[in-house]
């Protein structure tokens, strides 16, 4: 199993940028897709970007798409997501995850793993 464990969220003008993190604790991370999701108040979790075993294969939402770039690190077993121009729709709480299917993209039900995610406020 995994945990995911994820940091970096906090508050951010718009046009700026953040990094998130997540560490998960896992004997084997090397064997899990990762991804982050998000969600906003009133709104279903929505996938934001995933990433493969081995970090060469990644997908994008469409909303992201150029603005955000996932990464991960397996020595150390962190995912990353760094986030550049920053809109107030990106606004939300974001939710690492972890599957074992080899595959960058997913819908939040194929994930069985998850963090308990980290607020990200963009202002106006």
């Known amino acids: 199993q995994v945990q995911p464990v994820e940091s970096g969220g906090g508050w951010v003008q718009t046009g700026g940028s953040l990094r998130l993190s997540c560490a998960a604790s896992?004997?084997?991370?090397?064997?899990?897709?990762m991804a982050w999701f998000r969600q906003a108040p009133g709104k279903e979790r929505e996938f934001v970007a995933g990433?493969?075993?081995?970090?060469?294969?990644?997908y994008y939402a469409d909303s992201v798409k150029g603005r955000f770039t996932i990464s991960r690190d397996n020595a150390k077993k962190t995912v990353y997501l760094q986030m550049n121009s920053l809109k107030p729709d990106d606004t939300a709480i974001y939710y690492c995850a972890a599957k074992v299917v080899n595959t960058p993209q997913g819908h939040r039900t194929e994930y069985p793993y998850w963090g308990q995610g980290t607020q990200v406020t963009v202002s106006s």
């Open positions: 990433i493969s075993w081995s970090g060469r294969g990644t």
């Open positions: 896992a004997h084997t991370f090397s064997n899990y897709a």
